[in-house]
């Protein structure tokens, strides 16, 4: 059965229903549906159960799939113009009843997918009409619209792809240049195409949903991913807060001809840190896996998208030329019709025709009249010209023009060498084509789908904490179920989470938490655990052995293997560890010491300072503390930390800050510092937390600094007067606009010292301005000083060279050959402006790039 049958039926399906022809890009049910629909054309709407009906003369399978595969051309909103209730994309909503909706051919299609003359033909699956092999489409159409099919044992998933950059790939490659095609999907978004292989099997891209702050305790999404709707991205946040994964207190779909999804987050949440969780634990992110694959030479084949769009410009490429040799045969027939017909009527050859009775005697007499004009003609004069000839009327005859005659044999000759001469220059003539293409459709098909590399999203450092932890420290039990409600609670954690587990006799593991969980009895410490976290500094005294000496030591345990047993002693047996603190922040106490009486002890009480104990790695022994026998140990001081500022990096790519030295560095960071975050309207502060999410509008971060001083210039809406204001930021978690609705900001600069040039229309030669004298500081919201009395042209801040950054020259007398009093004169005396405190030339002076 399986020889005979399933391999038949296998290769039906494959060839003639899921994956797209490599020429046309249309699976068979699609190309059927537009032949169909050209068949009843008149430029008026037609019911789609109409349609259905015509493309079943060629499709043997139900009305359904007819429907459906119509429904999903509609949408794609380029071969098929749409009328009615045809579903909506964004929300997943199904289209109307086929009796109630209606649909014509685009112009786009009637331009570029159909050609009767040079399409090929096969008969329909019960031989009673034509169908296309393939449609002569002149358009790489499947990357334009994408296509998605599952056959036996095969699948085919392409992704879509932007019009005009379509265009521009196919202009590219006939050019001989190199190109790059990236997806860009209708429902908008985030990607992020790093992986995307060329559309080949193994790549994948992950979309995101565009997600924006409305205010403190709101969240929008205005754009989703690709395979996604509203109603499953709605969905997926509903059970991921059902699970504990994120707090919200509602989500609302007010989705039409927009995306708008309100999201209200639980007032003790972030906002950032719920942005990076609907990314991690809901639909809002998803990961899409291409597989290009179509059929060629009558058998599937697995392709980049590259080749794809490659293979479609050659073939239409060759389907332009043969449309244009078409063309220039029908020149040549319209040609010698119109010369014999003009040899025919002015050398009056009808009169031959009198006296002769019966058809072919007519036909010899014109034909030997024709003989002596046959070296006129381009080809030999045959039965059906002379036919021709006879057949016209005689009202032709007697109302023919010569000069008329002349004008229309000059005009086919005209478009013949029009044509000869595209036939020549074809590659020329195929980029104007796709140019034209492009001029005509592509004016409203921008990119939807911004790109973007993506941050990697820790789930455990997003989820919100839906869990309670509990230690039985004597038994050595801890975890989150409900048989450990009644141990001593720990903190709130995730089900996400690793926790470490001490015991008193140094040992630690790290594991996922579980309901209920043993390690061994006497657990000292428990906590969650974070990966790679190197701020996070163990502090421990411990003695070496039942015997053995004080050791304290300051370590880091950043990344080791879940579930494997460690020891922060030197793993001597009988070690103890006396006293442990772990501080999130390098924090280093002050321990008072208390030792057992002994002879010759002096002194009993002392102090230990960890702030002077080194950080090191988390297996080294430690230092000596002292070799008598600890009585009790009391926290004497707390101390701040010892790790110094944090210095924190903004990568433009992301978005987002980070501490791993990817980007831009902002500075160094502790404490209450901010960050100031210039926008397209103004600025505002924040805090450095890595976390949080910026606008889309952001133009530069950098560190807050209350004394620096920023001089802005402008020009007012009202007057078209060019203004400078100088001022200083304060702190806002608000937008603070820079300017009235309409002014026009032209230069933001902030280094003090600077000068501004004044250029001016006409002929008035350029001013310049002492920043810091020109204007005192004033507010953000001040109007400033104008610049000038005269039209201004530009302006250009001149930041002054630091100290140092012009070295001291030598111009003592070098060792070697000496230059004459009169020469070396001469030299100091084009060297001395350099070395002086004079500027620079106007070429070569150093002025500091605007922010906008």
């Known amino acids: 059965m399986y020889r005979d049958w399933f391999l038949d039926y296998a290769s039906y399906v494959i060839l003639e229903r899921a994956v797209p022809h490599i020429e046309d890009g249309l699976k068979p049910v699609q190309r059927r549906i537009l032949h169909a629909m050209k068949g009843v054309d008149d430029g008026r709407y037609n019911k789609v159960a109409n349609l259905v009906g015509q493309t079943m003369q060629y499709h043997p399978h139900g009305d359904a799939s007819i429907k459906d595969a119509l429904v999903q051309l509609g949408q794609k909103d380029l071969l098929v113009d749409c009328q009615g209730n045809w579903g909506n994309v964004l929300t997943g909503d199904d289209a109307a009843a086929a009796r109630y909706i209606e649909a014509r051919l685009s112009k786009f299609a009637l331009e570029v997918v159909f050609n009767k003359k040079t399409t090929e033909w096969m008969r329909s699956y019960d031989g009673r009409n034509d169908e296309p092999v393939t449609l002569p489409v002149k358009f790489p159409l499947l990357l334009a619209q994408g296509s998605d099919g599952i056959a036996v044992g095969l699948a085919s998933k392409i992704l879509p792809h932007n019009f005009n950059e379509l265009i521009s790939a196919a202009v590219a490659h006939l050019q001989g240049r190199d190109f790059q095609l990236l997806p860009d999907f209708p429902t908008g978004g985030l990607m992020d195409a790093s992986r995307y292989n060329d559309g080949l099997r193994g790549g994948a891209v992950k979309v995101r949903a565009r997600i924006s702050k409305v205010d403190k305790r709101t969240l929008s999404i205005t754009e989703i991913p690709y395979t996604t709707t509203t109603e499953s991205i709605k969905e997926s946040i509903i059970k991921a807060n059902e699970r504990g994964k994120i707090k919200i207190k509602k989500v609302d779909d007010n989705t039409s001809d927009r995306v708008e999804i309100v999201i209200q987050v639980s007032p003790d949440e972030s ?141 086919i000759e005209e478009e013949q060498r029009q044509t000869n001469h595209h036939l020549t220059h074809l590659t020329e003539y195929a980029v104007a084509w796709y140019e034209r293409i492009r001029e005509r459709y592509g004016t409203d098909k921008q990119r939807r789908t911004e790109l973007r590399e993506f941050d990697s999203i820790e789930a455990a450092k997003v989820v919100v904490a839906n869990a309670k932890l509990y230690v039985d420290r004597a038994e050595g039990f801890f975890g989150i179920g409900k048989s450990m409600k009644d141990s001593e609670f720990v903190c709130e954690c995730s089900d996400i989470d690793d926790v470490i587990v001490f015991t008193k006799d140094g040992r630690y593991v790290i594991t996922k938490v579980s309901d209920k969980a043993f390690f061994d009895k006497g657990i000292l410490y428990i906590g969650v655990f974070k990966r790679n976290d190197e701020r996070t500094i163990y502090n421990v005294l411990y003695r070496d052995g039942k015997t053995g000496p004080l050791l304290m030591k300051r370590c880091a345990i950043k990344g080791i293997t879940r579930d494997k047993e460690y020891t922060i002693t030197k793993g001597t047996s009988g070690s103890e560890v006396l006293y442990m603190s772990v501080n999130p922040n390098g924090e280093a106490e002050v321990l008072k010491v208390y030792f057992k009486p002994r002879p010759r002890l002096k002194k009993v009480i002392t102090d230990l300072d960890f702030s002077t104990v080194a950080i090191k790695g988390r297996q080294s022994q430690g230092n000596l503390f002292s070799r008598y026998g600890i009585h009790k140990i009391q926290v004497k001081e707390r101390g701040a930390s010892t790790l110094g500022g944090q210095k924190v990096w903004y990568d433009e790519d992301v978005r987002k800050l980070n501490t791993d030295g990817r980007g831009v560095l902002l500075g160094e960071f502790s404490g209450d510092d901010k960050i100031v975050v210039w926008g397209a309207k103004g600025y505002y502060t924040t805090g450095y937390d890595v976390m949080q999410h910026f606008p889309d509008d952001t133009v530069r971060l950098s560190k807050y600094d209350p004394e620096t001083v920023f001089a802005l210039v402008y020009v007012a809406a009202d007057s078209g007067y060019w203004y400078m204001k100088r001022f200083q930021l304060r702190p806002t978690a608000k937008v603070q606009e820079l300017l009235d609705g309409g002014d026009r900001l032209v230069a933001l600069h902030e280094t003090e010292g600077s000068t501004l040039t004044l250029t001016f229309e006409g002929m008035r030669p350029e001013e310049t301005l002492d920043v810091d004298e020109f204007i005192g500081v004033k507010g953000v919201t001040a109007k400033g000083k104008r610049l000038s009395t005269h039209a201004v042209k530009g302006v250009e801040f001149v930041t002054p060279l630091a100290e140092g950054d012009l070295e001291e020259q030598d111009f003592s007398a070098p060792e070697g050959p000496q230059l004459e009093a009169p020469a070396r004169e001469e030299l100091r005396k084009d060297v001395q402006p350099i070395a002086g405190s004079e500027p620079l030339p106007d070429e070569e002076q150093e002025s500091e790039p605007t922010l906008f």
């Open 271 to 411: 906002t950032d840190k719920t942005i990076d969780a609907l990314y991690a634990f809901t639909d809002c992110e998803v990961s899409i896996s291409p597989n290009a694959c179509v059929i060629e030479s009558e058998k599937p084949n697995f392709l980049g998208v590259s080749d794809i769009l490659r293979r479609s410009v050659d073939y239409t490429k060759g389907l332009l030329k043969l449309e244009l040799e078409i063309r220039l045969g029908e020149l040549d027939e319209a040609w010698h019709a119109a010369s014999l017909e003009r040899i025919f009527i002015e050398n009056k050859l009808y009169q031959l025709i009198e006296g002769k009775k019966t058809r072919e005697e007519a036909y010899r007499a014109v034909g030997k009249g024709l003989t002596p004009f046959t070296t006129n003609l381009r080809r030999p004069v045959t039965e059906d010209d002379i036919q021709r000839l006879t057949e016209l009327k005689f009202i032709r005859i007697s109302r023919f023009d010569a000069d008329r005659a002349d004008n229309e044999i000059k005009k």
